[in-house]
């Protein structure tokens, strides 16, 4: 299968920005997205991004996305106590698979 | 609208017992769906996938094995559990076509002891 890695912690203090990083190898990904995981639920998506843009932003949420670099990031801006959860990245390729990172954990510290 | 449902939630069971594990997806027709398991302090792994009506892909060579017996259901199962089976399975379900989101089950933490 496809590597998709993030680092698995991340601690930041409320009202600070969070930037969460994700590498992926497949270069024929056509979206990418990041999911959240609360403790001891399912994984909601958060936002996704189509591989030619470069950026969209979602409120609080921006993502970067640099393909060249095999490269995606999540900034949350002015992160609260209830952004800390698990951050997962994932990627789609064709045939319908997707491979998701090993997910980060994201503490806000009040 | 769509939803998703895992049961049981939560499960324990002996080493060598069997294992079945059920979700069903309402509001939808041929849907792609998803089995994956998340260990303790680790990510997403994919086990098995499938894009219709007994048709599974799997992942990774393992104890376990999937069936989709109808469009809507797709099962988790196990002749004999292995103690490294324990972890959170997650089901999840996209839409067929290009671009296809998944949404996430509420997950069932099982428990080998």
């Known amino acids: 299968g496809e590597d998709v890695e993030q680092s698995l912690f991340l601690s930041v203090r409320e009202g600070d920005s969070s930037v969460i990083n994700c590498t992926y190898t497949?270069?024929?990904?056509?979206?990418l997205y990041w999911y959240k995981q609360e403790p001891g639920a399912g994984l909601q998506l958060l936002t996704y991004?189509?591989?030619?843009?470069d950026m969209k932003q979602d409120q609080r949420l921006t993502v970067l996305l640099n393909k060249k670099d095999k490269h995606l990031s999540l900034r949350i801006a002015d992160t609260q106590t209830g952004d800390s959860a698990i951050y997962f990245c994932?990627?789609?390729?064709?045939?319908?698979?997707?491979?998701f990172g090993t997910g980060t954990s994201l503490t806000v510290i009040p | 609208s769509q939803t998703i449902h895992q049961w049981p939630a939560t499960l324990v069971q002996p080493v060598g017992s069997p294992l079945s594990l059920e979700c069903t997806v309402e509001?939808?027709?041929?849907?792609?769906l998803y089995w994956y398991r998340q260990a303790a302090g680790r990510g997403l792994q994919l086990l098995f996938y499938?894009?219709?009506?007994?048709?599974i892909s799997s992942e990774v060579p393992q104890n376990l094995s999937a069936s989709r017996p109808q469009d809507r259901q797709f099962i988790l199962s196990s002749k004999k559990l292995l103690l490294s089976d324990s972890g959170f399975y997650l089901c999840?379900?996209?839409?067929?076509?290009?671009?296809?989101?998944?949404?996430f089950g509420p997950g069932t933490r099982l428990t080998v002891l």
């Open positions: 994932a990627e789609r390729t064709t045939g319908n698979q997707f491979y």
């Open positions: 499938s894009v219709g009506i007994g048709q």
């Open positions: 991004i189509f591989s030619n843009m």
């Open positions: 509001g939808t027709s041929n849907p792609n």
């Open positions: 999840a379900w996209s839409k067929q076509g290009f671009y296809n989101e998944q949404f």
């Open positions: 497949d270069s024929s990904s056509t979206y």
